[in-house]
């Protein structure tokens, strides 16, 4: 489900937000039913945790994105790999930085090496975090401004995270 608005001419909208497909797990990770409704101005939704079978407790999470940037989802072998570079895969992401930026002198090698070293601590975090989840999740970054502040990193669990 997406968000778009449109531009005046009948063949171009901008999409600036969505609505990722509904899911829900039981406490065995089963999927449970699930689905959207609108209404009004609101999204509910509705899981079926009555039906025969569903173990407690049931997980949903309805995930939503609204905003413009640049996004990459990484999915579950991608999520564990990321997890398993852990302190010693952001240490070599900080170094190689900070020699590439060696290049520009030594105020550039720090400012790489730093800005390089938060970003792969909020990586790692997040892919670590996406990895220890039950059932298991997947993780994004998220890029708005080419700066260590316009990098964001979270988890998300839908049909992309396989």
Request: charged share 10%; proline share 6%.
């Amino acid at each position: 489900m997406s968000l778009t608005v449109p531009t005046g001419d009948p063949s171009l909208s901008v999409e600036v937000g969505t609505l990722a497909a509904p899911w829900a797990y039981d406490a065995n990770g089963a999927p449970v039913a699930t689905s959207y409704e609108i209404a009004g101005s609101q999204v509910v939704q509705h899981v079926e945790h009555t039906a025969p079978g569903v173990a407690y407790p049931v997980v949903a999470d309805p995930t939503g994105s609204i905003g413009l940037g640049y996004y990459w989802h990484f999915n579950r072998a991608e999520t564990r790999t990321f997890h398993g570079y852990g302190v010693a895969g952001a240490a070599g992401a900080t170094t190689a930085c900070a020699f590439l930026g060696n290049l520009g002198g030594p105020v550039v090698a720090a400012v790489m090496g730093s800005g390089c070293a938060i970003v792969a601590a909020k990586v790692i975090h997040a892919a670590s975090g996406a990895e220890n989840s039950r059932p298991h999740k997947c993780f994004y970054i998220r890029v708005t401004t080419p700066t260590v502040l316009g990098v964001t990193t979270g988890t998300y669990k839908d049909r992309r995270c396989r």
